[in-house]
């Protein structure tokens, strides 16, 4: 019987990818189920065969750390360049959507706090 082996909802194409190879390489006999029309399916990567279950998460834990890894070392990189994203440099890039994003979250809180105002006042 099939087993769940890598849910693909929120999961970047180019891990999606990565984890295909990576069990295509290996051998192990999977299927993939998509979310469907209205989302309500499940997007995941099924092995078909229980007994390798062990095996194919062995492989995807390591690819997985390796790739957590590669994204620390590429972020401390930036970091150490001085170019790492932060508040300030978004919003000295993008100045009005910034604005506009925290007038929204302005708006959002004041909505949600009103009907408390009224009873208090």
């Not at 082996?5 to 069990?23: I, M, S, T």
């Not at 062990?54 to 590669?70: F, K, N, V």
């Given at each position: ?25 290996h051998g192990l006999d ?11 399916g499940v997007p995941a990567i099924w092995l078909r ?73």
């Amino acid at each position: 019987m099939a087993v769940l082996l890598f849910h693909l909802r929120h999961v970047p194409e180019e891990e999606a990818d990565d984890v295909r190879q990576l069990l295509d390489e290996h051998g192990l006999d999977t299927f993939e189920t998509r979310a469907g029309f209205w989302g309500l399916g499940v997007p995941a990567i099924w092995l078909r065969d229980r007994n390798e279950l062990a095996r194919a998460r062995e492989l995807i834990d390591a690819y997985q750390h390796d790739l957590g890894e590669r994204v620390r070392r590429e972020r401390d990189a930036l970091a150490a360049r001085g170019e790492a994203p932060t508040v300030w440099r978004r919003l000295a890039r993008h100045p009005i959507r910034t604005l506009l994003l925290a007038l929204l979250a302005a708006a959002v809180l004041g909505l949600s706090l009103l009907p408390f105002l009224w009873l208090a006042g």
